[in-house]
T-cell receptor, first 115, second 114 residues
């Protein structure tokens, strides 16, 4: 019954590999996000999709490519992984509403370790 | 530039005592402010938000926050701390350019001692 679920929870891989993280929400929300949390716990937005349309694209290397096949899914593919990509990646979702101050529901995170 | 500052890396408080976790912000226009909590190995959970209206906002688990426009602050408070409140707390402000983009502070670790 998890509202926002991410897979895998842990991912250990070598530099140069390509990997994907998947996210699904069953809340009926129309907006989904990817956030990156570094080793110092600093949290920064990477991407956001609204009804499958990319609406936020922060200054992220183009090795990172989000894909939203439908509004319930937002996947993150990372090419040519680097040591600095090691972090916890959080998926989140929200529903647009009046006033625009929409509460985010976060997944449990995917810890990526690049060796 | 829009930003959020949480001046304390860690706050220590004894169980049963009141707690305050500080947050100041810088944003153009009217701020939309949030507090989230993160327990170990978990995602962030929403606690409360301020959009407009009463400056004192009540949220989950007995937490409240006071919006102070003149001091550009949005401090999180609880009258009586519990050991189970120990976690990482994030203040966030919504980017005024829209799209519900949240800018998070660096987080404050709250440690409540028995």
């Amino acid at each position: 019954d998890t509202a926002v679920s991410q897979t895998p929870k842990y991912l250990v891989t070598q530099m140069g590999n390509d990997k994907s993280i998947k996210c699904e929400q069953n809340l009926g929300h129309d907006t989904m996000y990817w956030y990156k949390q570094d080793s110092k716990k600093f949290l920064k937005i990477m991407f956001s999709y609204n009804n499958k349309e990319l609406i936020i694209n922060e200054t992220v290397p183009n090795r990172f490519s989000p894909k939203s096949p439908d509004k319930a899914h937002l996947n993150l593919h990372i090419n040519s992984l680097e040591l600095g990509d090691s972090a916890v990646y959080f998926c989140a979702s929200s529903q647009a509403g009046a006033g625009g101050a929409n509460v985010l529901t976060f997944g449990a995170g995917s810890r990526l370790t690049v060796l | 530039a829009q930003s959020v500052a949480q001046p304390e890396d860690q706050v220590n408080v004894a169980e049963g005592n009141p707690l305050t976790v500080k947050c100041t912000y810088s944003v153009s226009g009217n701020p939309y402010l949030f507090w989230y909590v993160q327990y170990p190995n978990r995602g962030l959970q929403f606690l409360l938000k301020y959009i407009t209206g009463d400056n004192l906002v009540k949220g989950s688990y007995g937490f409240e926050a006071e919006f102070n426009k003149s001091q550009t602050s949005f401090h999180l408070k609880k009258p009586s701390a519990l050991v189970s409140d120990s976690a990482l707390y994030f203040c966030a402000v919504r980017f005024s350019g829209g799209y519900n983009k949240l800018i998070f502070g660096a987080g404050t670790r709250l440690a409540v001692h028995p």
